[in-house]
């Protein structure tokens, strides 16, 4: 069974240039060496109808996850993540998706992402699900690897707060 998530963030700047940022190909492999990725490669680009997607692509090591999930995907995994951002509406706010999967097993996170204008900046607003589908122990997975990846949104905000205030 799915197991929900959603996480608000205020940013320190207004969408346009939170969008940018989150875009940035520096950006993006600064987010991939601190989430520890032993390999990562990035690409942004944007289709016909005006959608700007980031596909990303880290290698990372297993050791933090339990023991049932580093038996089954070995040393490392390889985690992919789609992120497809729709134009910007009037006010700079835009809505997008993101999908993560590791790659060889059955895990997936399927979130819908926004940014809004907010008195201070923006509010960048995550909710999705996290699916693990190994049957009897999916669930108990999803559990223990919900608060790692939430941990890793997180310093991922704390990215983009650190070179948005730095641009100031």
């Known amino acids: 069974m799915p197991t929900p998530f959603s996480e608000l963030s205020p940013l320190p700047g207004p969408p346009a240039a939170v969008f940018a940022l989150l875009t940035d190909p520096a950006f993006l492999g600064e987010r991939a060496q601190r989430s520890g990725a032993v390999e990562h490669e990035e690409e942004v680009g944007t289709e016909e109808d005006g959608t700007s ?21 070995g040393t490392t995994a390889v985690v992919e993540q789609v992120e497809r951002w729709a ?5 700079g706010s835009r809505d997008g998706t993101l999908e993560l999967t590791v790659r060889g097993a059955p895990v997936r996170l399927e979130a819908r992402t926004q940014l809004r204008p907010a008195a201070d900046g923006c ?46």
């Open 53 to 73: 997607v980031v596909r990303s692509s880290r290698t990372v090591s297993t050791a933090g996850l339990p023991r049932v999930a580093a038996g089954y995907l």
């Open 87 to 91: 134009p910007a509406a009037a006010d």
């Open 123 to 168: 509010e960048h607003r995550l909710t999705g699900t996290l699916t693990v589908q190994v049957p009897l122990f999916g669930g108990g997975v999803e559990q223990a690897a919900l608060p790692g990846l939430l941990d890793l949104v997180r310093s991922e905000v704390q990215l983009a707060r650190e070179r948005l205030t730095a641009g100031d």
